[in-house]
Structure formats: structure tokens, C-alpha cells
């Protein structure tokens, strides 16, 4: 069991930058792959970017590519979403999600309450 608290969301201009932080706890995080998804009103919820347990495989969606970086401390037990250049159209709730499978896409099992981001034009 895996249980997840982000925080660092906000209400930025477009092309600025906030970091997101996704906490966990739980003696699996360290094996635990990760992931970042986001839901705006009126959407489904979409996959943001995802990290391998070891850190050594990321993948983002093509939105977001070039422009968010995703990473890892398994020695705090904590995730982190950075992003940078932000466009209004990442206006979204940001949730973070953990799951036992190394598969990086696909379903996860764990999530966060979500933290709220707003890219102001």
C-alpha cells in the first residue's frame, strides 16, 4: 500500500514554472513505479509523464515533452514534477499515482488527491 500527498501547484502566467511534489509513504515507494496525470474540467483524466522505480526510464505524453521533467528521491520517498513554460492549456487538476507493475503506461493502483494548477494568459 502506497499513499500519496502532492503539493506545489498554483496559479502561475503563462510561461513560468512550478514544481509539483508528490510525498509518499509506505515501505514500497522505492520499488513502486510512478506517475503524474492530470484532469481539466470537461476532460478525462490524461497521463502527464511516468517514472521507472530506479529513476532510469521516463516517458511523457507529447504535450508535455521537452517541457515537464519528471524525477525521483527514493531516499525521501518523494516524486517531483517540474515544469517549465507553462501554456494555459495545462490548467488541470494534478494527481499522482504509484503502482507495483514496471510497466511505466497503463493502469496504476495508488493515487493522490490531486493538487490544482492554473496558467494564467
Do not use: H
Not at 511516468?50 to 511523457?60: E, K, L, V
Not at 520517498?77 to 488541470?92: G, R
Amino acid at each position: 500500500q502506497v499513499q500519496l500527498v502532492e503539493s506545489g501547484g498554483g496559479l502561475v502566467q503563462a510561461g513560468g514554472s512550478l514544481r509539483l511534489s508528490c510525498a509518499a509513504s509506505g515501505r514500497t515507494f522505492s520499488s513502486s513505479t510512478m506517475g503524474w496525470f492530470r484532469q481539466a474540467p470537461g476532460k478525462e483524466r490524461e497521463f502527464v509523464a511516468g517514472i521507472s522505480w530506479r529513476g532510469g526510464i521516463t516517458i511523457y505524453a507529447d504535450s508535455t515533452k521537452g517541457r515537464f521533467t519528471i524525477s525521483r528521491d527514493n531516499a525521501k520517498n518523494t516524486v517531483y514534477l517540474q515544469m517549465n513554460s507553462l501554456k494555459p492549456e495545462d490548467t488541470a487538476v494534478y494527481y499522482c499515482a504509484a503502482k507495483r507493475s514496471a510497466l511505466v503506461r497503463g493502469e496504476y493502483e495508488y493515487w493522490g488527491q490531486g493538487t490544482q494548477v492554473t496558467v494564467s494568459s
